[in-house]
């Protein structure tokens, strides 16, 4: 297990999710934006979960190929393959020319799809993981 860099991925990921959050709040919203930050997000939680055990991820955005990997260690990951295949629209091809039209509704699914994989019992395992790590490390 590899915590330490499990962690940073974990933490980054966060962030753009958070951001992806902040953005909805505002009164002119960016929702091409906020999916383009969600997507980003949970690309990390895979990511995260990849180098965990301790396998080095290949430099993608595409969700799907990044889910396969994680299947391949734990079919657990099956639980969220429909979800994952929504949110592999919103990549990096969002952020170029001729970009998709996204509604609010869709953002709102969006951002609800990204909780969930947030949320997802194998990621809360590992942050438990993480905090236990953190609390014994610290009390040396």
């Known amino acids: 297990m590899n915590l ?36 980003q997000a949970v690309e990390k939680y895979l990511k995260g979960y990849i180098v965990y055990n301790e396998i080095v991820p290949k430099k993608t955005h595409d969700l799907k190929y990044l889910l396969d990997r994680c299947i391949e260690i734990n079919d657990m990951f099956k639980k969220i393959k429909s979800d994952i295949a929504f949110l592999d629209k919103y990549t990096s091809d969002m952020r170029y020319p001729y970009r998709q039209e996204i509604t609010e509704e869709i953002t709102k699914i969006v951002l609800k799809t990204t909780e969930k994989i947030k949320g997802f019992e194998i990621f809360n395992k590992i942050r438990n993981e993480i905090k236990e790590y953190d609390r014994i490390n610290k009390e040396e």
């Open 4 to 39: 330490i860099d499990t962690k940073e991925w974990f933490l980054i990921a966060d962030d753009d999710f958070d951001a992806g959050l902040v953005l909805n709040k505002e009164y002119k919203k960016k929702l091409e934006i906020i999916c383009y930050l969600c997507s």
